[in-house]
């Protein structure tokens, strides 16, 4: 399963269809409360965050996400500001890159888990 945080409805259909394509199941979070009450039951085999949605900067579940090696693409049209260093766990990709291209990185890095799991 992906989660993808992002309040904006199109970018975050976008995502969800181009993963679903891709064969991920896909939980989309459209503020960072519903990502962190998400993470609070789930772990995800990676996650897409948007830095700043509507109720602030997704830090904790940045922080979630990092603290249990989860790994995850920050897309973002504004960059990644924050001087805490769990954004430094996630690969940044600015948009507006296609969603194949987040699809095709969310897959080497999820390959890769997948490998140390069975390898």
Known sequence: ???VTDDEALIALDLECALCEAGFTVAVARSCSEA???LTDHTPAAAVLDVRLSDGECLEAAKTL???GVPFVIYTGLGVESSDGAFAHGLTV???TEPAEVV????GMTAGRQQKMTG
């Open 1 to 3: 399963m992906v989660l």
């Open 36 to 38: 962190n009450l998400f």
């Open 66 to 68: 990092a603290d249990l």
């Open 94 to 96: 600015l948009k507006p």
């Open 104 to 107: 095709r990185l969310l897959k």
